[in-house]
Nanobody
Framework: QVQLVESGGGLVQAGDSLRLSCAAS????????MGWFRQAPGKEREFVSL???????RYSDSVKGRFTISRDNAKNTLFLQMNNLKPEDTAVYYC??????????????????WGPGTQVTVSS
């Protein structure tokens, strides 16, 4: 069982920055692929970024160049630095863990554990 808790969301203006954190339980955090996903009202949950167990990074086209994912395995924590935020980034942001190390996946269906989410609201 892996427990995940996000923090760092809030209300900001367009162009501002936020840093999300995700604290994870467990002693094998470094072996997980960790992902960030988001869901806006009335929309499906979508991939934002991932950091694989061998530190391969991926980003969606919509956030590439503005968001940076990182992890601190010693502290069981995942981060998402979000710069130059836009109103279309408004959503609930979730971190997720995939335990299998057979592939690197950006599909939310391939993730095993999820946090409760943190709201990010960007005003224009």
């Amino acid at each position: 069982q892996v427990q995940l808790v996000e923090s760092g969301g809030g209300l900001v203006q367009a162009g501002d920055s936020l840093r999300l954190s995700c604290a994870a339980s467990g002693r094998t955090f470094g072996t997980y692929t960790m992902g960030w996903f988001r869901q806006a009202p009335g929309k499906e949950r979508e991939f934002v970024s991932l950091n694989s167990w061998f530190n391969s990074l991926r980003y969606s086209d919509s956030v590439k160049g503005r968001f940076t994912i990182s992890r601190d395995n010693a502290k069981n924590t995942l981060f998402l630095q979000m710069n130059n935020l836009k109103p279309e980034d408004t959503a609930v942001y979730y971190c997720a863990a995939r335990l299998l190390r057979d592939k690197v996946s950006s599909s939310p269906h391939d993730y095993d554990y999820w946090g409760p989410g943190t709201q990010v609201t960007v005003s224009s």
